[in-house]
């Protein structure tokens, strides 16, 4: 796979948060065919993968906090945004001054770099807009007929893609998406609370109208969607919903529902939950693939509860979020 990749082709790669679509990240032209094969709009950066520290400095300026970050949870599912260097080129990062940096902690992943000996750029190996992969047969699904090479790594045990700072002022780092590493643990890192930037709603198809000035030009309001409609609900499910008759949508609890119901409950295909027993990343690692099996179980709509707000439940919060955006 690293010739291929030293030649320009895409190689769908796995790594611990989701599949991503990988290219020679200072290939411009390589990096031009991960934009078609995606149906990815120009303007939506991509992020750059490296094999540890002295490889991301060669491609990115580093400060104080973000390279306390970066020794705390590198390799691990954070990405950084910080002064690009010249040698990244401008498709990768759209025309942006700054580049999105990361090392994942993927073992299959980690070998293909340090193999390659080269920066890859990989956003998420699914079709633009659609639920991210976390196996190989997703991304074989929705992408097979693009792409020649897909690295099969199994299942990725985070499940949801890393967790985006903005990290060039060091006195006020943001996170830009909520991901696999929750902000408690960046704020214990940092020793100060971070914030957590909302972009304003923006349907798909619409580019930034500030393209400068917007912090996180991919984050749009629809996005991670299956073509099934989906709801998010304020508050959990009332218990009365599994008593009530199947009326063609599929409900999603947080955590396996307890009671007197409970027996009855596994027996139906319209409910289902995110974990047994209330585990955050039990329910990120499941999020996608269920969201997928849902999707082809022809369910007229797929109602789900909000996960709580602490840990990786942002992260889940945010993908359902964005699932039920309408656009
Ligand atoms: O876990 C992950 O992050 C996965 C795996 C494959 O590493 N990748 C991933 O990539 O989720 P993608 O392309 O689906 O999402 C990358 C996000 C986009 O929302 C993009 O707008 C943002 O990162 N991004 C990339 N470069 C940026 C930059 N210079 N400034 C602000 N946001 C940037
Ligand atoms: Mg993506």
């Known amino acids: ?8 082709e895409l190689v769908a790669v796995p790594t ?10 200072l290939d411009a032209e390589a990096c031009a065919r991960v934009f078609a094969a995606k149906g990815r709009p ?16 060669e491609i990115a300026e580093f400060n104080t906090q973000a390279l306390a970050l970066a020794a705390r949870f590198w390799p691990g599912p954070l990405t950084l945004i910080l002064p690009k260097s010249p040698a990244v080129p401008d498709i990768v990062t759209s025309g942006r001054p700054t580049v999105a940096v990361r090392v994942p902690a993927h073992p299959v992943m980690r070998a293909l770099l340090a193999r390659c000996g080269l920066p890859l750029a990989a956003p998420s190996a699914n079709p633009f807009g659609y639920v991210s992969p976390t196996t190989a047969a997703h991304v074989q699904a929705g992408l097979g007929d693009r792409i020649d090479h897909i690295l099969d790594g199994g299942p990725c045990t985070i499940g949801v ?4 700072v903005d990290a060039r002022d060091p006195a006020d780092p943001i996170v830009l998406r909520p991901g696999g590493l929750a902000r408690e643990a960046i704020e214990g890192v940092l020793g100060r609370p971070v914030r957590t930037h909302t972009t304003a709603p923006r349907p798909a198809d619409t580019p930034p109208t500030d393209p400068a000035g917007e912090l996180a030009p991919g984050l749009l309001e629809r996005h991670y969607s299956p073509r099934t409609p989906v709801a998010l609900r304020d508050v959990p499910f009332p218990s009365e919903v599994l008593r009530q008759p199947p009326d063609g949508a599929a409900r999603v609890f947080f955590a396996r529902p307890a009671g007197a119901d409970a027996d009855r409950v596994s027996r139906r295909d319209d409910i289902h939950w995110l974990t047994e027993a209330g585990d955050l990343a039990e329910a990120a690692h499941n999020l996608f693939a269920l969201m997928r099996a849902l999707d082809a179980a022809g369910h007229a709509r797929l109602e789900f509860e909000p996960a709580p707000t602490h840990g990786l439940g942002p992260a889940i ?3 359902l979020r964005r699932a039920a955006a309408r656009g």
Not at 42 to 57: G, N
Not at 161 to 164: A, D, K
């Open 42 to 57: 120009s303007y939506d950066p991509l992020i750059v993968h490296v094999l540890d520290l002295e490889a991301a400095r």
């Open 161 to 164: 893609e890393s967790t985006i």
């Open 317 to 319: 919060n945010d993908r």
């Open 16 to 25: 611990e948060t989701v599949y991503g679509l990988a290219a020679h990240a």
């Open 1 to 8: 796979m690293s010739e291929r990749l030293r030649a320009g």
